[in-house]
């Protein structure tokens, strides 16, 4: 069978089983969207392809498996650099496509052309440039398996046009061979028994659980490694969800932001069972200072994130959800009857911590940032798909938003990109459509890429924004307020657009609220519309999150107010 | 703090375009110090080995070690430091060769067991391979004589069969 390279990366796609692609048409790419249009594969068109990279990640999270994005040349291709290194950082498997000029002219700088291989080598996976149709399909092959294998994250190929456009037999590659590739997923039994004689000795574990759980699907296995051995558990931003938001073991996040029992109980264990995490710093505050008592078992896929902030005492390589079952089995063999009961006086103290600031506020008569979040909370029974935006927003939205589910909270925790939360949502939307998918957003972060709301009312995707418009980049003011003398340089937003007419404009349904009374009837109208709805919440301007642990400080150097 | 040391590595990767720009690349973007490189096919033509020598603590180095095995094209890395093994490294000398100078310098390029490999009325190009050590006794040598540059490969090296 002769096939053209854009056939050819059709067929590889469909075996792939990508059913949608987030994508923007241009020169480089008109021969793949030529063969695009004649698949059954959905193509979302977006407004800007920054929108493409991050929808393809929130499609990604929400609906796990791959994301595709693709998009044209030079701009297109340069445009999508932000959401890629997000996705890099988060660890998240998307592929993305991107045009080339022709063979012959790469080099010359020629029209439409960048070196999107060199420019995003060091913010993907692997990336390749395919100079031959007949490498084609095995480089797709690759690409998805790179992806969503081991510790995930996005792969691109670069396709020149003639690559495209060049007919040849096609010749179905065989599975993906590669030397120099091969995750460890089985963790080394040694070091897992060494975890379960520590188990054994703790007196005060924690589990501290991250984004990795989430990639691997773990969160059953460490749901009932914490319930057996009535173990609290804190997560990072990324961890959200990994372990339910309402479980009484539930300590809340951790870090900068983080609870106040959370960071305490860190400080005070003896052992931290840490898995699919890599102690960033906005996890562990000053490191020298980071939990001084405890022993410490990292679990991770990634040899690179162990030892690499923090010396541990029990690596384990390993694949999260194979290594917590394994680790379940080994402590059903055992005895664990007396740590269990020796466990009272751990969870007492915990107990105690709680008390201590737990996210309160006084809602009186300027609504609260926090008041819009516990209401929509409420309102959605805790069932919503939630992205964010960056800033105040996203923090609240982790604080006051509990999650029960992997894949329910989906934000750009590495990178702190703003303009992710719509695109995101858009994605998550499009993964599964009978969720409620709300984007908690900032009036700063949403106009970076307000355009895809044009995105969403075209493909009839009801994705639901709240703005919480505080009239600042509230976060970088909150920190010129504490750091800076309360000098506000250039974080005053003061002039948003009418973001009511502008949802009219874009087609979509826009609601304000300016009253603490309005929060629940707008929150409630605005989601049970089936439309795209904008939905705006003026809050108190100078309302900062607290705990809040000053930047190089321990964590347990918390402000509380 | 630790106290810094140099380390040599021997890697092998695929022989395809792009990857010594991984390589250096990763060196660059994490702040990590490359003091040499040396590049070249293997007898496998599908396979290159390069050899680097960096500077580090063990920490570092034991995630530089890491890192390189996690780029995808990075088939082993091989750390040859504090194991046996044989290294080497190529320099070419230009030295001012006046005249009263000439049989001085045809001396110690006897010494060293180095070649002449290219001579003109101001000037020999000398040759010589060895150890670091050795390499650096001979450039203290010739240096009051006048060398007027260098070229030097890096150092290449193969752990030792055990027997
Ligand atoms: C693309 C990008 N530019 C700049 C920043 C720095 N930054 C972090 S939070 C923030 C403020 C965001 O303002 P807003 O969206 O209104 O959120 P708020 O903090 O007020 O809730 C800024 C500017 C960033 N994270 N991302
Ligand atoms: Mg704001």
Known sequence: MKLTGAQILMEMLKQEGVDTIFGFPGGKVIDIYHELAKTDIKHILVRHEQGAIHAADGYARAGNRVGVCLVTSGPGATNTVTGIASAYMDSIPVVILTGQVPCHLIGNDAFQEVDIVGITRSCTKHNYLVKQTEDLARVVKEAFYLARSGRPGPVLIDIPQDVQQKEIVFKNPDNVNMRSYNPTYTPNMIQLKRAVQQLKKAKKPIIFSGGGVIRSNASEELTALAHTLHIPVTSSLMGLGSFPGTDPLWLGMLGMHGTYRANMSIHESDLIIAVGVRFDDRVTGKIDEFAPNAVIVHIDIDPTSIHKNIAVHTPVVGDCKITLGLLNTLIDQEDFTPVKENRKNWLEQIELWKQTSPFTYDQKNIIKPQYVIDKLYELTKGSAIITTEVGQNQMWAAQHYHFDHSGQFITSGGLGCMGFGLPAAIGAQVACPDRLVVDIAGDGSIQMNIQEIATAVQFNLPVKVVILNNQYLGMVRQWQELFYDKCYACTRMDHTPDFVKLAEAFGALGMKATQPEDVGPVLKEGLSSDKTVIMEFMVEQEESVYPMVPAGKAITEMLLA | ?163
């Open chain 2, 1 to 163: 703090m630790e106290e810094k040391n140099k380390y040599i590595l021997s890697i092998l990767v695929d022989n395809e375009p792009g990857v010594l720009a991984r390589v250096a690349g990763l060196f660059s973007g994490r702040g990590y110090n490359i003091e040499s490189l040396c590049v070249a096919e293997t007898t496998d033509p599908l396979v290159s080995r390069i050899t680097m020598v960096t500077i580090g603590d063990t920490a570092i180095v034991e995630q530089i070690k890491k890192q390189l095995f996690k780029l995808i094209n990075v088939i082993k890395v091989y750390d040859l430091t504090g194991t046996e093994y044989v290294q080497r490294e190529l320099i070419l000398i230009k030295v001012n060769a006046k005249p009263d100078h000439r049989a001085e310098i045809l001396r110690i390029a006897d010494i060293f067991r180095s070649k002449v490999v290219d001579v003109g009325p101001e000037h020999f190009t000398i040759e010589v391979t060895g150890s670091e050590e050795k390499l650096a006794a001979m450039l203290n040598l010739l240096k009051p004589i006048g060398i007027k540059e260098i070229a030097r490969t890096g150092k290449i090296a193969l752990a030792r069969e055990t027997k």
